[in-house]
């Protein structure tokens, strides 16, 4: 089958606004796969039911995200999210939002550490004075309770209380809507580079709560799917190179 690359190229700046040259090696090489990753990727824009300039903030967030900061991308949809009226708040925030992506070290990490404490006898899971004076505090900055932050709350109050104040920050600035942070939140948990089931649950919810679609979180899941093209966005420039070195030794 013969592909006119000029047409899918074409196509891509049509649809997505922008052409990366990361993409060149791909076209060149396998214009098939080309087109049906082009079809993939065009599902959430063709349909969208998120406003653009929220979807370059869930791109942002996928590629900002602590499991796969890959720059490229994150200068391309800070661009398109310029174009589409983003201040520098509105992605300040959105950093801000995935940069709590971090916390979820202690989240995985306590309920390991109690159960050994508890095999020792030493472990008391009673909130304090202080602790439960925290926890109040955080149910009324950021509007719920998981019973997963217990822990945290037992073992390192100060912790607990520095994490606290940082992520209440982009909720109290409120540059983004609550949906959209919600939206934010479960892009980075559901990134192939990350899949916290148990945060990714709780957003989920949140965003229902707020009045989020299916559709638009499907959309969410759509465009946080995208970041495994990154494979070829890394790898094509990397075996065109290996590709010529051999045919010049030949």
Known sequence: MKFDRENLKKRFVEVRG????SLDGLLEIDPEFFEAYLQFTSVPWKRGV????????????????ATHLYNPAIKTHIQKAFEFGATKEEIIEVFQLV?????????????LLMDEIEKTGELNSQLNERQMKLKEDFMEKRGYWNEFWDGLLVLDDQSFEAYTKTSSIPWANGYLTPKQKEFIYIAGD????????????????????????????MEVYQLTAEIGMDTFREGMPILIEELNKVSTSN
């Open 18 to 21: 922008y052409w990366d040259e």
């Open 50 to 65: 998120i406003d653009p300039k929220t979807k370059e903030f869930i791109y942002i967030a996928v590629y900002a995200c």
């Open 190 to 217: 559901a990134s192939a580079t990350h899949l916290f089931t148990r945060g990714w649950r709780h957003h989920i919810q949140s965003a229902l709560k707020l009045g989020a679609t299916k559709e638009e979180i």
């Open 99 to 111: 940069s709590a992506l971090g916390i979820h070290t202690f989240l995985e990490g306590i309920p």
